[in-house]
């Protein structure tokens, strides 16, 4: 009898144990999954939106391009017989820049003058005749078609006797010399480049979002690489659709550089003056969230968060302007930003 409750209560302890055991199982696997779901309540600091003057100026780069420029090539191949310009000097708009060899073209345009001062004269005569019936009316036609064909090679000859003579198309400031008197050259052949630089034209881009800040006639603030000084560029022109793929827009501005202090090419860093703005909403930089699409920020409705989608607009080392998405009033958060999700209980404290 003794044996059996010995046995009994050996029994019961083991069972107690073996329950313990899995009770204890079951509490840490519960603790592993709450710390793997995160809590449930984020404790975290936040700031509500208020409007507030702001105003910035949006910093760029661009690049000097001459005002017109041009490759100066002949149109016709040709042998070159005078180079009437020096390198790197003004030229004036008209002047002759090169000439090629046209006695050829000379000699065919007077034998083509007198082939039609011969078929005038038959002209002339058959006229006579044929005002007596001396001659078919279908000659004198001929004759006169004659007249009209030399007529259309004179005029095709004095075109290609112009062109011989290679003309600056504006004015501007000749490049280097590609060629020597007597070459041979033919029509993709670069005598020369041509540059108006009085005038420069300043190119650069800038995000879509600031369009209607470019407006005709706004001045802009510029440098250029190892000159201290401050010049001014005008707006001129804005890119009427922005680039799909970089969303940017082309800008062109000039700049007036008669004292030839600046040179194309140049890389300049451009400051764009912004208008204020009386009611702007800003936030902090970390409060904007870059996901795949869209940025959004984390905003506290009924004691819960929400990821509103958000389009920013100019930014300072701290922070950034909303200009779509939040409304004045709302509550963003400024930390836990890794932690929140869409849903999450937050408990704000507003700073």
Known sequence: MRSLNSATVFFSVCISGILSLASCSEKKQDVAAAKQQGPKVLNADGMVIKAEAFQTDYTTSGTLLPNEEVNVMPEIPGRITAISFAE??????????????NDDIKAQIQKLKAQRELQVKIRDRQAELLNVGGISKQDYETTTTQIEAIDADIAYATSQLRKTSIIAPFSGRAGIRNVSNGAVVGTGTVLTTLQQT????????????YRYEMVIGKKIAFTVTGRQDTFV????AVEPSANAATRTLRVRATVDNKNNKLGPGAFTHIVIPFGANAHALLVP?????????EKVVAVIRGGKAEMVPV???????ERVEILQGLNEGDTILTTGIMQVKPGMEVKVKVI
């Open 233 to 236: 560029a005008v707006i001129k």
């Open 198 to 209: 009085a005038t420069l034209k300043m190119d650069f881009n800038i995000p879509e979002q």
């Open 311 to 317: 389009k920013i607009g100019a930014r300072t080392n």
């Open 285 to 293: 930089s970390q409060s904007v969230i870059p996901t795949n699409r």
């Open 88 to 101: 790197g000097a003004p030229v004036q708009q008209g002047q002759v820049l090169a000439r090629l060899y």
